[in-house]
C-alpha cells in the first residue's frame, strides 16, 4: 500500500514564500516522476511543476521564475519552493508521485497526496 503526503501550505502574504512538502511510503520500488498540481475555485486543475527521476523538470509557464520543484530520491520526497507568491497562486496544491510497487511491475502508478491550501493574500 503506497501513501503520498503532502504538506506545507499555509496563508502568507504577496511576495512570500512557502516551501511544500511530498513524500511517499509503503510500497514502492521506485519512483518515476513527481509532480505538483493546483487548483483553485472556479478553475481547472493546472500542472505547476513536475520532475523526473533524474532531476528533468517542467513548470507552467505562470510559474516559471519563481516556483523551483526538486526532489531527494533517497527520502522519496519532492519539494515545491514557492518564492515571489501572487495572489493567483492561491489554490489547493496536489502532489503526485508515479510510483512502480515492484521489480516485477511493467508500470508506473500514480497516487495522490490529499492537498494542502495555499493562500496569498493581496
Known amino acids: 500500500q503506497v501513501q503520498v503526503v503532502d504538506s506545507g501550505g499555509n496563508l502568507v502574504q504577496a511576495g512570500g514564500s512557502l516551501r511544500l512538502s511530498c513524500t511517499a511510503s509503503?510500497?514502492?520500488?521506485?519512483?518515476?516522476?513527481m509532480g505538483w498540481y493546483r487548483q483553485a475555485p472556479g478553475k481547472q486543475r493546472e500542472l505547476v511543476a513536475a520532475?523526473?527521476?533524474?532531476?528533468?523538470?517542467n513548470y507552467a509557464d505562470s510559474v516559471k521564475g519563481r516556483f523551483t520543484i526538486s526532489r531527494d530520491n533517497a527520502k522519496n520526497t519532492t519539494y515545491l519552493q514557492m518564492n515571489s507568491l501572487k495572489p493567483e497562486d492561491t489554490a489547493v496544491y496536489y502532489c503526485?508521485?508515479?510510483?512502480?510497487?515492484?521489480?516485477?511491475?511493467?508500470?508506473?502508478?500514480?497516487?495522490w497526496g490529499q492537498g494542502t491550501q495555499v493562500t496569498v493574500s493581496s
Open positions: 520532475i523526473t527521476n533524474i532531476g528533468g523538470t
Open positions: 503526485y508521485a508515479d510510483i512502480s510497487p515492484s521489480i516485477s511491475s511493467s508500470y508506473f502508478y500514480r497516487h
Open positions: 509503503g510500497s514502492i520500488f521506485s519512483i518515476n516522476a
